[in-house]
């Protein structure tokens, strides 16, 4: 089984419907991250949360807001969702290392188009 | 802030070519450099990473060594295969928060 699951896979939805993806993990991480990417532009940082009880913003959080439910569980909203929120949306877990050198692990992605 | 610059994409090259994909970064204090891959289809995974100046990190064949007097991180491979056809991600991490700042990715096809 993979250990970063994340659901729905794909998702089409119409502008304005508010949108849950949902990230789960078995690997007993702390840390849990959001991103999206778009063609060309990499991964960008949406939130991410270093425990339970620590959300904070990334580089690109408008539009969104997330739940931390658990340790294993992290939840990405789009409480309005509009066409350019169409993207692939990647949820990823890293444990506390010394120093810089956590290593991040990925889930497969949510493919979401909003129409 | 931090950034990271790689090579534009698409490249592509035949089996058992050299490969190099150029990566250069900008960072405050002293970041871990990373490389991820993307298969496709599928999340990114660690390729290899490097944690300090001149170390080397090393994978399935690739390399790449953390040079600090060139702020870059470049990814070579001596002789790539079919299935190294993936997109390639340059990263770093520093500070506290440890958040990855990502290079736009190189899409590397290898044909047979």
């Known amino acids: 089984d993979a250990d970063v699951t994340q659901t729905p896979r794909n998702r089409i939805t119409k502008t304005g419907k508010r949108i849950m993806l949902e990230c789960s993990q078995t690997k007993g991480h702390d840390r849990m991250y959001w991103y999206r990417q778009d063609p060309g532009l990499g991964l960008q940082l949406i939130y991410y949360s270093f425990d339970v009880k620590d959300i904070n913003k990334g580089e690109i959080s408008d539009g969104y807001s997330v739940s931390r439910q658990a340790q294993a569980k992290f939840s990405l909203s789009l409480e309005s969702a509009i066409p350019n929120q169409t993207a692939l949306y990647f949820c990823?877990?890293?444990?506390?290392?010394?120093?810089?050198?956590?290593?991040?692990?990925f889930g497969p992605g949510t493919r979401l188009t909003v129409l | 802030g931090n950034s990271v610059t790689q090579m534009e994409g698409p490249v592509t090259l035949s089996e058992e070519a050299f490969l190099t994909i150029n990566c250069t970064y900008t960072a405050t204090g002293y970041p871990s450099l990373f490389w991820y891959v993307q298969y496709p289809g599928e999340g990114l995974q660690l390729l290899l990473k490097?944690?300090?100046?001149?170390d080397k990190g090393s994978n399935k064949g690739f390399e790449a060594t953390y040079r600090k007097e060139t702020t870059s991180f470049h990814l070579e491979k001596g002789s790539v295969q079919v299935s190294d056809s993936a997109v390639y991600f340059c990263?770093?991490?520093?500070?506290?928060?440890?958040?990855?700042?990502f290079g736009s990715g190189t899409q590397l096809t290898v044909l047979p």
């Open positions: 990263a770093l991490a520093s500070g506290s928060a440890r958040q990855l700042t």
């Open positions: 990823a877990t890293s444990e506390p290392g010394q120093g810089s050198t956590d290593t991040q692990y």
């Open positions: 490097a944690t300090k100046a001149d």
